[in-house]
C-alpha cells in the first residue's frame, strides 16, 4: 500500500488541512481561535509542514516534499527530474483534497463570517500591498531561503553525516516558522505552488456560502516566484556540491 506518490498525496493533504485550518480558526467568525493572530498563524502553519512530512513518510515517501519546487530544486541540484511530474500531481491532488477538508471541518463558519476576501485567505495567499513585481520579488527571496536552508540541513558540507536521523523535519517546520515570521507579511508566504494554487482552484469550484472571486489575476505570482526561487537555489546547490 505504501508508495512515494502516496506519502506525497497523503502528506500535502495533512499539511494543508492544519495549515489552512489555523488560517481558517482565526479568520473564521465565532471560531474559538478567532483574531488570534499572525503568530498562532505561522506557528500552526510549521506544526502542519511537520506534521505532513512525518505522514508523507509513513505513508512511502522517503523524500516528504510536499512541495513541486523543494522537488524541482532537488531534480536540478541532483541532474536526475524523474521524481518531478509524479511527485507534483501528487502534491496539488493532495493539496486540493486537504482545502476541501477544511471547508467541511469549518462548515457552518462559512455562512456567518461576511468578508468574502476572509473566506479566500484562507484556501490562498494574496499580498498586502499589491504589487506584482515587489510581490513577486519576495514569493522569489523567500522560497530560495526555504530551499537553500533546507538543502543545507542535509549537506555533508554542513555535516559530516548530513542532519542527525529523524531530525530533519524538526529542523524544516522550524526553518518554515522563521520564514513565515520574517519574510512572510508580504505575500502570504506561499513558497509553494501546492499550497497555493490546488487550494485556490477548490476555493472556486466548493460552494462556500458567500465567496467572492479566486482572484486568478494574482494566482500566477505565488506560482511562477516559487519556481524561480527554487530553481536558483538548486542549482546554487548543485554548484556547491551539496
Request: aromatic share 10%.
Amino acid at each position: 500500500m505504501r508508495s512515494p506518490m502516496l506519502g506525497e498525496f497523503v502528506g500535502t493533504m495533512m499539511m494543508i488541512l492544519l495549515g489552512d485550518g489555523v488560517v481558517a480558526a482565526v479568520l473564521l467568525k465565532r471560531s474559538k481561535a478567532e483574531n488570534s493572530g499572525w503568530m498562532v498563524i505561522t506557528t500552526g502553519w510549521a506544526f502542519a509542514v511537520l506534521c505532513g512530512i512525518f505522514t508523507a513518510i509513513l505513508f512511502g515517501s522517503i523524500d516528504g516534499h510536499l512541495n513541486p519546487t523543494i522537488t524541482l530544486a532537488f531534480a536540478i541540484q541532483s541532474g536526475s527530474f524523474s521524481k518531478l511530474l509524479p511527485y507534483a500531481v501528487a502534491q496539488f491532488a493532495g493539496g486540493f483534497c486537504g482545502a476541501v477538508l477544511v471547508w467541511l471541518f469549518y462548515l457552518p463558519h462559512w455562512r456567518i463570517t461576511e468578508d468574502p476576501e476572509v473566506k479566500r485567505a484562507i484556501f490562498c495567499t494574496a499580498p498586502a500591498i499589491r504589487s506584482y513585481a515587489s510581490n513577486l520579488f519576495c514569493e522569489v527571496v523567500a522560497t530560495f531561503v526555504l530551499v537553500l536552508v533546507a538543502g543545507s540541513m542535509s549537506s555533508k558540507l554542513v555535516l559530516a553525516t548530513g542532519a542527525a536521523a529523524g531530525l530533519s523535519p524538526y529542523l524544516v517546520s522550524c526553518l518554515v516558522w522563521g520564514i513565515g515570521l520574517s519574510l512572510g507579511a508580504t505575500t502570504g508566504y506561499a513558497i509553494n505552488p501546492a499550497r497555493d494554487l490546488a487550494p485556490r482552484i477548490a476555493h472556486a469550484v466548493l460552494p462556500i456560502a458567500g465567496k467572492a472571486h479566486s482572484d486568478w489575476s494574482y494566482a500566477w505570482v505565488p506560482v511562477i516566484g516559487p519556481i524561480i526561487g527554487a530553481s536558483a537555489a538548486g542549482l546554487l546547490l548543485r554548484l556547491l556540491g551539496a
